[in-house]
Nanobody, 121 residues
Framework: QVQLVESGGGLVQPGGSLRLSCAAS????????MGWYRQAPEKQRELVATITSGGSTNFADSVQGRFTISRDNAGNTVYLQMNSLKPDDTAVYHC???????????????WGQGTQVTVSS
């Protein structure tokens, strides 16, 4: 069983910063990629950022230049550093991980329960 546990959400003023963490645990062979999605009320779920096992990153245009994503040395924890936060960043942020599980080895996707980020004065 694989579990993703997010932390670091909260209330922050516009222009402020937060760092989200997501720790993966359980039975898996390796992590192919991890990332973050967010969903705000009455909006579609949006891909925020991803990082692959090779270190390649991808960001939504809306957060480009403001957010960074990284992984620890073991690769089981992903971080989302959010700077220059805007009210439009308010959402529930969900951790995502594409794992290699098995044998037989195969990809499987997992989601965390989410952490609330609220940007407001």
């Amino acid at each position: 069983q694989v579990q993703l546990v997010e932390s670091g959400g909260g209330l922050v003023q516009p222009g402020g910063s937060l760092r989200l963490s997501c720790a993966a645990s359980g039975s898996f062979f390796s992590i192919n990629a991890m990332g973050w999605y967010r969903q705000a009320p009455e909006k579609q779920r949006e891909l925020v950022a991803t990082i692959t096992s090779g270190g390649s990153t991808n960001f939504a245009d809306s957060v480009q230049g403001r957010f960074t994503i990284s992984r620890d040395n073991a690769g089981n924890t992903v971080y989302l550093q959010m700077n220059s936060l805007k009210p439009d960043d308010t959402a529930v942020y969900h951790c995502y991980s594409r794992m290699i599980v098995g044998p037989p080895y195969r990809y499987n996707d997992y989601w965390g329960q989410g952490t609330q980020v609220t940007v407001s004065s």
